[in-house]
């Protein structure tokens, strides 16, 4: 597996989860069919802030060996984020009305927490050939 393409792919997610949950936190909340009042708003703008700084962590380790025993921190904290994420999400699904914007955002969180498990316990961080 190409690691500098997952890498991207979460900087991008992430850093565009950022800027929405930043600057457009009601928006956010509104699709979750939460009332934006003051402490949630900026605890959804201080979850954006957390998202922006783990896509800019993504985007500097993105051209490093990642896997196995390299950048095992970066790829660690990536699985623990997404993986937590989607058991939170689903819980989240299961309990509520339905609505298609949890459900997709589940959905990547899914996809990113299976690729970042294979890439932490499964991947060696080397090319095929330098193995």
Do not use: E
Request: overall charge positive; hydrophobic content about 60%.
């Amino acid at each position: 597996m190409n690691t500098k393409i997952l890498m991207t792919a979460s900087c991008l997610f992430l850093g565009a989860m950022g800027v929405f949950t930043l600057f457009a936190p009601d928006a956010l909340l509104g699709l979750m069919d939460a009332s934006p009042t003051g402490p949630l708003l900026v605890t959804v703008q201080l979850m954006g802030s957390l998202y922006f700084a783990f896509a800019f962590v993504n985007w500097t380790a993105k051209d490093s060996a990642i896997g196995g025993i390299y950048a095992r921190p970066v790829s660690l904290g990536n699985f623990a984020h997404f993986f937590a994420g989607a058991l939170i999400l689903i819980k989240y699904s299961i309990a509520m009305d339905f609505n298609v914007f949890v459900l997709l955002i589940t959905m990547v969180y899914g996809v990113f927490a299976a690729l970042f498990y294979w890439l932490v316990f499964r991947a060696t961080g080397l090319p095929k050939g330098n193995q």
